[in-house]
């Protein structure tokens, strides 16, 4: 073969590559459209039938009467998620400002790895852990000294599981939020006599503020996800709850515990796919919005 | 003088706080491994990782959990193979074939980084719908769909994140002995292939330990699939089913099961650390 058809074969052969790679790119962008859409096409006939609104605010679940009212499980999902939100949120936000400012090279050494084996536990092994330790707790420790009766597979239970759940995310969400901060602007508070936690609280956090918001949000999102973990120990009775010790039936749960039996009752499968396009469009914009906020913040503190 | 007492008083007290937070989250680590030990290691055998389950293994007689064991790295060697297949393209077109600034490689950062938060039981019932489409019943090749689609995103983005570091002039250097850019990702490949490896490694963690995007889809069975269209039985839902199982002996199982996939999940946590410690010292 003589050069200049070799050459031509090479320029061929980038041109398909090229185009191939392009084409697989865009593709992939399709993807979050398909996924919607083709959630959307399945749950249409339960839309035609009642209003969203309806449907939203319903207290009822009752599938073999035609009835379907997502209230209960919407109020549980918030429930957990903001049990959850409570608990690790300050755990997380003082430990990130110690490992980011306090803590020694060293520590961090040792303190990150394990941040990353426990974002690694799959939620079934947390589960398993709630079903173990914080279930039993709750239901013979915690709740005597404020209710009746529970059984422990509550609200609580689903949110403290949560929490170390979503602890990881955050935390190295909020390190690399303080990390992107200008060393200069610590100096400067410092130089003028303010202590450590001064500068913390009146500098590092107020400038790094849109940022944790970002995360938070972020972990929210996937707290109102978590599927398995949660409907291991939330009890799953279609109540909204009325306190923290009370079972929750979280969307997600609702989810997963029901899809055998969707196919033979009429509209369920509908019922259970609006559920999951409601998840994937409430996380799709959590997400898209927080992450469009960290990548601003990043290009900002970059200068 | 008052003013300086006060807040070195807030000082101290807020460190204190602080490290006891960090002190909390890495005591619950340790418990959340304790406890799946303590429960899990008695109820261990060799049965467990070797046999199949029995007649009567639901009522709490003989047999082991090997078909979630394999049906589990089934699904997730298929779907890493597949996941590779689709986003090793992707990750290099963004990188080496569009300007640094590119919008569309924005993007397409930004769009993986939003599919990596959507929760897995929505990649569930998108498989599933899929799958109903396709006319496929739940089985092997369906699960490795869903999870494939799981995964891409954590490939994509955590391989992304070592070729973007890939120095500017390596890729200069390549061009300018004259190679075409399809030639030059041989060179480029060669850099991040500790990326591959840790973004393989976290992959497959996430693909062996979830539950809920293989609920719907790869079906659950006591055998071990030969063909790619029969159910498959996932260490996930092997704890899942059988801890809802009224009989002792049946939740001891789910223990095991649990600790044998954690003890999986750790190995690959750490083994993903030392690769890509072992690699980056190489690193220019």
Redesign the interface.
């Known amino acids: 073969m003589d050069k200049i058809q070799y050459n031509k074969y ?2 061929i ?2 041109l398909v ?2 185009n ?3 084409f ?2 865009v593709i ?2 399709s ?2 459209v398909v ?1 919607g859409i ?2 959307y ?2 749950s249409v006939p339960i839309l035609d039938q009642h209003s969203l609104w309806d449907l939203l605010t319903g207290e009822n679940w009752k599938p073999l009467k035609g009835e379907f009212g997502f209230f209960p499980f919407i109020m549980g999902t918030l429930w957990v998620t903001g049990i959850a939100i409570i608990i690790s949120l ?6 990130a ?3 980011s400012e ?2 020694h090279p060293y520590l961090k050494k040792i ?1 990150f ?6 974002a ?10 709630g ?3 914080v279930v039993p707790f709750i239901s013979t420790t915690l709740a005597p000294h404020f209710v009746e009766f529970s059984t422990g597979y509550s609200v609580l239970a689903g949110g403290i599981v949560l929490a ?1 759940m979503i ?1 990881p995310l955050m ?1 190295s969400v909020f390190v690399e939020i303080f990390a992107a901060l200008p060393g200069g602007l610590r100096e400067a508070s410092l130089s003028l006599g303010a ?4 500068t ?1 609280k009146k500098v590092v956090l107020r400038k790094s503020f849109p940022g944790l918001a970002a995360a938070v949000v ?1 972990a929210i ?2 707290a ?5 973990a949660v409907l ?1 120990v939330c009890g799953n009775v279609s109540i909204s709850p009325k306190s923290v010790f009370d079972p929750a039936y979280p969307l ?1 749960a609702l ?2 515990n029901n ?1 055998g039996e969707m196919m033979s009752i009429p509209m369920y499968d509908a019922a ?2 609006l559920s ?1 396009l409601l ?2 469009v409430i ?2 914009a ?3 919005i927080s ?2 906020v960290l ?1 601003r913040i990043e290009k900002n503190f970059a200068l | 003088m008052k003013h300086v007492r006060i ?2 008083l ?2 101290r007290i ?2 204190t ?6 002190l ?3 005591i ?2 340790f ?2 491994i304790v ?2 030990v303590k ?1 899990g290691l008695p109820a261990m055998s060799w049965d467990m990782v070797s046999k199949i389950p029995g007649g009567g293994f639901y009522i709490g007689k003989e047999g082991g959990l090997l078909n979630a064991i394999v049906g589990s790295l089934y699904i997730v060697i298929g779907s890493i193979f597949l996941g590779l297949l ?1 986003s090793l ?2 990750v ?3 990188n080496l ?1 569009l300007p640094e600034k590119s919008r ?1 490689a ?3 950062r ?6 990596f ?10 498989g ?3 799958m109903v ?1 396709l006319g496929l019943r739940s089985s092997l090749l369906a699960g490795i769909l869903t999870v494939t689609i799981l995964i ?1 995103p954590i490939l994509i983005r955590s391989i992304d994140e070592v070729m973007r570091r890939v120095p500017k002039e390596m890729k200069d250097a390549a061009l300018s002995l004259g190679a ?4 030059m ?1 041989r060179v480029i490949l060669r850099q991040v292939v500790p990326g591959i490896i840790t973004a393989v490694l ?1 992959s497959v ?2 693909g ?5 995007s293989v ?2 889809t790869a079906g659950y069975t006591d055998s071990i699939p030969t063909s790619l269209g029969q159910p498959v039985a996932t260490l ?1 839902l092997a ?2 089913f059988q ?1 809802s199982s009224p009989i002792a002996e049946v939740q001891d199982r ?2 095991a099961a ?1 600790l044998i ?2 003890f999986i ?2 190995i ?3 083994s993903g ?1 030392y690769y890509s410690r072992k690699f980056s010292k190489n690193k220019i």
Request: aromatic share 14%; net charge positive.
């Open positions: 090479r320029q052969k980038e590559f090229r191939s790679m392009l697989m790119t992939s962008l993807f979050a996924i083709s959630l096409y399945k300050p755990l997380c936000l003082l430990s400002i110690y490992l306090y803590a303190v790895p394990m941040i990353d084996v426990l690694g536990i799959p939620p079934v092994v947390y589960g398993v852990w079903i173990l330790v170390i602890i935390i202590t450590n936690w001064q913390i972020l999102s996937r109102f996800g978590e599927t398995i291991m997600p989810l997963a899809y259970l796919m999951a998840l994937f996380i799709l959590f997400n898209a992450r469009l990548i | 807040k070195r807030e000082e807020f460190k706080l602080m490290m006891a937070a960090t909390i989250i890495m619950s680590l418990m959340i406890a799946v429960r689709f393209p992707i290099l077109y963004i074939y569309l924005q993007f397409t930004l769009s993986f980084d939003v599919l938060g959507i929760p897995s039981i929505v990649y569930g019932a998108f599933f719908t899929l489409y891409i075409t850019r399809s030639e990702i976290l963690g996430r062996i330990g979830d539950a809920a609920l719907f996930p704890i899942f801890l789910a223990y649990a996939l954690t999940v750790l690959l946590s750490l650390r």
